[in-house]
């Protein structure tokens, strides 16, 4: 499975950003995705996940109540809606993709990795 994120960019806070992930190969269908973020010198954190068939979700509790992870799987992609955005949500968003098919927000379990996008967010 190979992963291209785009979507990124300057956004002021409050504002709003699409964060799109397409994949390519067959098996991506059957795998879990997940959208994760990392600044310089920080940990790769986790944001959100989607289970193989989009009937699960997960969210980091920074982000509840403002993203929404879904999925097209006739389409083989997963966005990420990202409302209300705040200063600290600038990073470099990774979309990843597990063979685990349900939900996970534990790195390790993520196979593939896209190349990441910036989002900034200005106050």
């Known amino acids: 499975v190979q992963l291209q994120a785009s979507g990124g960019g300057l956004v002021q806070a409050g504002g709003s950003l699409r964060l799109s992930c397409a994949a390519s190969?067959?098996?991506?269908?059957?795998?879990?995705a997940g959208w994760f973020r990392q600044n310089p010198g920080k940990e790769r954190e986790f944001v959100a996940a989607i289970s193989w068939n989009g009937g699960r979700r997960y969210y980091a509790d920074f982000v509840k109540g403002r993203f929404t992870i879904s999925r097209d799987n006739a389409k083989n992609t997963v966005n990420l809606q990202m409302n209300n955005l705040k200063s600290e949500d600038t990073a470099v968003y990774y979309c990843?993709?597990?063979?685990?098919?349900?939900?996970?927000?534990?790195?390790?379990?993520?196979?593939?990795w896209g190349q990441g996008t910036l989002v900034t967010v200005s106050s």
């Open positions: 190969g067959r098996t991506f269908s059957s795998c879990g």
């Open positions: 990843a993709a597990s063979t685990v098919a349900g939900t996970t927000q534990n790195l390790p379990e993520y196979d593939y």
